[in-house]
């Protein structure tokens, strides 16, 4: 994982993300982290005073602190040292206007997910990527975990056979109380649905669990039943969502997805289990995954350990038992899409081994969301994706 | 636990569970485990052969080896020192007519899981048992582990606020094969629809998950949507059952039952979440149970251990860090049904704290296997249980 | 593990283990679980109301419950229908004339260990067990988990390859404060030179380890060097070991014993390493045995799963996934003598798959501890064993 | 954890880490992860052609990359813009002579451990960091942890009371085979007395294990006994350790090192229990940290929950549940001594939270080496340290 040549970093620039917000940091450190890019520019925040102090703390001139985003699209374009790539890290309701002003200026966009808030704009933003033939990457960040990625490997190698299983979960119990009505900012704008769009909890975190799934299984979702329940007085979105999956091909699945179950950080976590083999992931404990065949013993396979294929070492920069967690996993998206931008840059075909998510991905994820929602609001039936 | 005085031992009958018989060997165990009981009766097998070498192996005396569970009841009931009780351990379709047979001659019966394949069947126990003033307990044996006992008494106490969430699973891959069409007992009456009932994974290891999660947290079911599935070919009942649940008073749930999920052998867990603090709980770490209190770290409370209670301790043998397992938590069962027959015998009242399954519980799975079902071949949609 | 037959059960007594004894009880549940024994007579305390008590409360007849172990031994051989085999669960500074009574007798000795205090009793006993022609078990009962034993058949069956490292550890914390000075009878006894031996935790844990760590491998101890300490003040005895062990043909081993670790229960694990292949187990998790091979992902091999063979399934009851404990542990030791006594009664050889500790497995474990209070009294250096 | 101003960063230069080396890419990565370094100039490689194109990869001007540390101490010390500081990444022997030669012209200095060969070495060059004043930091990158800063913090402020016991383990199995003899060549310098001086294993690995002991405890070590191990045919250094451990004090510990334990990848851990409580952590589950009060219930505290104090939240970057890993904590270290070299430059005092491993660090684990060594050539009898 390493790039090479003269004017070696890729230019980024970033809009959202000013100082104290929690995912700008973790793209900072993602772009820093295999040394692929050097922020040059920034929107940083809607507030001037924030973006300005942002930006200086970050590095950047003066001159390319952008008092908004549409400035900053237009400038940068014109710019013969402009940013390649910009990677949108604001509330989820902003990310279709900014992502497109980029996309329209030529330029790369790394789009935090959700893609945007209706699968409309969604679909939007895919047109806008392919008339500009620039890349649109939407950071579904568990899939950089290697562990992930040898489990889709396995799977597509046949290792568990026919998929019969898929059962999904991402719960967190930050937000079993309201704290949204106490000032912090995370929650306020997560509960809030003009922002957030239609979607509570599985929107934030449900359908992280689903791309992680259909990324593994490479499964078709048919249709879902889901019960979405908002357990705190006053809050205006889901805070746990319950829903059962029917996947083309027959597979089924489960998916539950909280923030209101005590006791719980991140624990995201994927089971599949087919007719000859299953595999189980945690979050928490990323450098490991289990693989049991139809008979055998269960088997521990480590990053960088036996068992591990090309597919894990290829987004791993480490030996097994020394573990890499969740900035590594966010920073192997970072560095596939800079892989895809020298590609695209060289008038080359993007490598079928980058598997970063991107656009359509992100459709799929709102697509899902939007299901979900009808689903509950029709008092849980089930209904086609 | 421990009994005493003279004619220390409960006699004790078996219907079913000849030699080979797995769950027959469990309830001889968990009988012999605390020294409560004598088994000096029996009709073991259809089989005369097999039922006589049976009973000579289990020190039964000729003449109370019974060719048929009739025969049985009536000479028993006639006898001075007759059976106090009868533990039933045939497939399911037999608990009805045996467990009538011994409650109409005013013996106690302790009837494994299910209590019957319908639920009118076991309401004509749970009245047999009234008119004859007998005992009738069902082995949801994963209800006697001191953890779970532990699980209860924490709801009970308050210590998670209300209940918002259950995540109940019975998870196994003996059935990811058609075993059943080579010959294997076990699964061959399992997956028998004349045998087993209307439900297969579903009523054989989903009843179990359903009647953990309500033993421990008190709540009623008000309805359900379940996704019964069938995977293997030729197989006549569901082997993986998943589903949506709501609770009287507004909790939600999932539970999930498997016997196709490969690498699982038999993964009962329970997790449980209220607005206060959350709980955690597997059976194949049964000595130990995980809380988190609402902002606070998660603790780990063992059986035996700081933190764990008297209910805990009521059915727990020797100290923490000594594991108990599958064997005594059956025990457990049976000794507090052994508890409950001196007091009936002594015309006392039974215990509050002798919480073993009774017919009623029995009752509730086979409604809530008969709802599955409805729901199910209604196309997964939402019924009234 | 069943037995069968008319006068079907082996007739077993007891020294010691009155009400509230807590390694009497456990006796007692070990030789009840497989149907067995019964027990028929005891000197069951040296406070004769309580022997009386415990004697009926454990359904033995008052004509059978003795005030002290020499008319027990005396009155039983002369009988009949006198006991086969007695149980010596009293402290340690007993075991021997008691074990000497009985074998002297003609009746087979199962001994709580340490076999005794010194190896020059212990000798002694080996040598009246030899000439009575008399069974002398003792009861290191860590070594009836199935998966030790299928350990060691791995380790026999060269699955590892020449062994070179030996790992054991068993620590507790439940003497980190001095409640021998607060009445507590168990740590009473065991801080107590006089009936416990020159060995405190050495003695009482350490030795367990030790048993567990040669039966695995079959490794013979050539020297070791000792650090005995003993960290509360006013202890008499050491409360916390570490040795260093280097065995015949190279191997090399830590161990470590502790009763004042904060933190742990009754943590004894074992680690093997091999030129080939290593195991880890650990008794808080006894079904499963964790097996690697060089260059291979780690295994978890389960009780009655996969990759268990008939070494572990011969002592095993019920399917995988569903735990055994501590006390089928101790029962398998037990059900193993009891075949022992069979084949002595019906004057055949006594079958090399009964692999429970003897006589001569007691002294090395006194000779064990012995060594280590020589070495740590002469300042931690090495000595013979 | 983050810096701010212009001209940003410092000015990083690395002696060894050409392209290939594990070690010089953590020390990049670690470097670049917090955007407090830049890497400017290097002596990257004896190869003069690998320095070369290591350089460029790097993004380091020709000019810069040197063809020995000499030359770039003196040209460096020269310049204007010359770095700040200086990363060795040499095998062992060489750390000596480039260190100095960086110290004495001015520059910090960053050295991998183990500080130097001999303990006379080491404290020349804590010598010539005082004379230079000049910061010498040790890249003991364990202590980066945040749960073992967290572990520090707790005995600190007395939550374990007095600190009794110690056990510290790394244990690896990559040189099971004589895979030196194969042209690895990790694996060669690693066993070649000549380049790793005269530990093996126990300088490589047991010395992080020691220095994480006494980095938690703050103890100071009195004795030790040493028993070293060379398992495979051939090789010439250890590699094997089993030691015993006396404190000053009165606390007693154990420390086992090896790199031919089969199954264990980086397995390394610490226990510390005191008369109060006890702590328990391992590297391959970074995030969590088990803590037991005497007589209550075993806590998780994990990294950024609750529980976990300024000491864990100064070196953490991403909230809890998202597990940081090996590079965060490598990471952590320099960027406290990135903090550490700004005070220097302004002429302020080194802030009291800045706890990074020093010269006298390096020198302590030269030390316990030398020890181990002479304590096992004396048939492993006790030293004094």
């Known amino acids: 994982m390493s790039n090479g040549g003269t004017d070696r970093r890729i230019r980024l620039g970033m809009v959202g993300g000013g100082q104290g917000a929690f995912i700008g940091n973790v793209h900072r450190i993602a772009?820093?982290?295999?040394?692929?890019?050097?922020?040059v520019a920034g929107a940083l925040s809607s507030d001037p005073q924030r973006a300005a102090a942002s930006a200086r703390e970050f590095g950047i001139d003066d001159e390319r602190s952008y008092p908004d985003f549409a400035d900053m699209a237009a400038a940068e374009a014109a710019r013969d040292?402009?940013?390649?790539?910009?990677?949108?890290?604001?509330?989820?309701?902003?990310?279709?206007?900014?992502?497109?002003?980029?996309?329209?200026?030529?330029?790369?966009?790394?789009c935090d997910k959700p893609l945007a808030v209706t699968s409309e704009q969604s679909r939007e933003l895919i047109d806008a990527a392919k008339r500009a033939n620039r890349i649109l990457a939407v950071t579904y960040n568990y899939s950089g975990y290697p562990m992930i990625r040898q489990a889709r490997a396995m799977v597509a190698n046949?290792?568990?056979?026919?998929?019969?299983?898929?059962?999904?979960?991402?719960?967190?119990?930050?937000?079993?109380?309201?704290?949204?009505?106490?000032?912090?900012k995370q929650a306020a704008w997560r509960t809030d649905p003009a922002k957030s769009g239609a979607g509570g909890c599985i929107g934030d975190i449900g359908t992280h669990a689903y791309q992680l799934a259909t990324f593994v299984t490479g499964l078709t979702l048919d249709s879902l039943c889901a019960d979405l329940s908002c357990f705190v007085e006053g809050r205006r979105l889901d805070d746990n969502a319950a829903l059962l999956l029917r996947f083309e091909g027959g597979?089924?699945?489960?998916?539950?997805?909280?923030?209101?179950?005590?006791?719980?950080?991140?624990?995201l976590s994927l089971r599949v289990y087919g007719d000859k083999g299953g595999l189980s992931w945690r979050q928490e404990a990323p450098n490991e995954l289990w693989f049991t065949t139809l008979g055998g013993s269960a088997?521990?396979?480590?990053?960088?350990?036996?068992?591990?294929?090309?597919?894990?070492?290829?987004?791993?920069?480490?030996?097994?038992?020394?573990?890499?967690?969740?900035?590594?996993?966010?920073?192997?998206?970072?560095?596939?899409?800079?892989?895809?931008i020298r590609a695209h840059r060289d008038g080359m075909h993007v490598d079928a081994d980058l598997v970063f998510p991107v656009g359509e991905d992100g459709l799929k994820g709102v697509v899902f969301v939007e299901a979900a929602v009808r689903s509950s609001e029709a008092g849980a039936g089930w209904v086609a994706v």
Request: glycine share 12%; proline share 4%.
């Open 31 to 39: 772009a820093r982290l295999d040394d692929e890019y050097e922020l």
């Open 299 to 340: 088997q521990r396979i480590t990053r960088g350990g036996a068992g591990a294929g090309p597919e894990a070492g290829r987004v791993s920069r480490i030996p097994a038992g020394h573990p890499e967690g969740y900035l590594e996993a966010f920073a192997s998206i970072y560095t596939e899409v800079a892989a895809a």
């Open 158 to 184: 046949g290792e568990l056979g026919n998929i019969r299983l898929v059962q999904a979960e991402y719960v967190q119990d930050w937000l079993a109380d309201a704290i949204e009505q106490t000032g912090q």
């Open 251 to 267: 597979a089924k699945g489960m998916l539950w997805a909280s923030q209101v179950a005590v006791g719980n950080e991140n624990s």
């Open 81 to 110: 040292d402009g940013i390649d790539v910009v990677a949108v890290v604001t509330p989820n309701h902003l990310h279709h206007p900014i992502a497109k002003a980029f996309l329209d200026a030529g330029i790369h966009v790394i």
